[in-house]
């Protein structure tokens, strides 16, 4: 690994709080990334990237998945509502869907770099550092 964290901060978007948990565990012993923000709801995650003085988001880690705003809602709504600046942030998708029509759906937002099936490892983790790294 890197001394240096390469990931700044993670936006994780998960309505599972086991999940979350373990992803939190995931990316700390990755050692990749500096910080995390958790969001249980969509519409939540989104109201926070409407903020002007927020914390700048490098990578979000979206479950498909969610009551009350599902991920394609969110990429739907944070793509119409805050443009460009929504897409300097890398978007991987993860879910336990195995429907292909998801992957393909995801694949049509400019914004989402990867679709990983949970639950998330530091390999996978190690492989979207080098994305991110590659967007800066």
């Known amino acids: 690994m890197t001394d240096e964290p390469c990931i700044g901060t ?3 978007i998960d309505d ?32 926070y990237l409407k903020k002007e003085d ?6 979000i880690l979206l479950d498909i998945n969610m009551p009350r705003m599902n991920g394609f809602e ?7 509502e ?4 929504f ?7 993860l879910t336990t869907s195995i429907d292909p029509r998801d992957r393909e759906r995801a694949e049509k937002f400019s914004v989402v770099r990867k679709f990983i099936n949970k ?3 530091i390999e996978h983790v190690e492989v979207i550092a080098k994305i991110v790294e590659s967007e800066a």
Do not use: H
């Open 54 to 59: 927020r914390e700048e988001i490098d990578l």
């Open 10 to 12: 993670v936006m994780l």
């Open 119 to 121: 639950p998330l490892t």
């Open 16 to 47: 599972e709080q086991a999940d979350q948990m373990m992803y939190r565990r995931v990316l700390k012993r990755s050692g990749m990334v500096r910080d995390q923000i958790s969001f249980q709801y969509a519409d939540e995650a989104l109201a």
């Open 82 to 85: 805050l443009g460009p600046a």
């Open 87 to 93: 897409a300097k942030a890398v978007v991987v998708m």
């Open 74 to 80: 969110f990429l739907e709504a944070a793509t119409a």
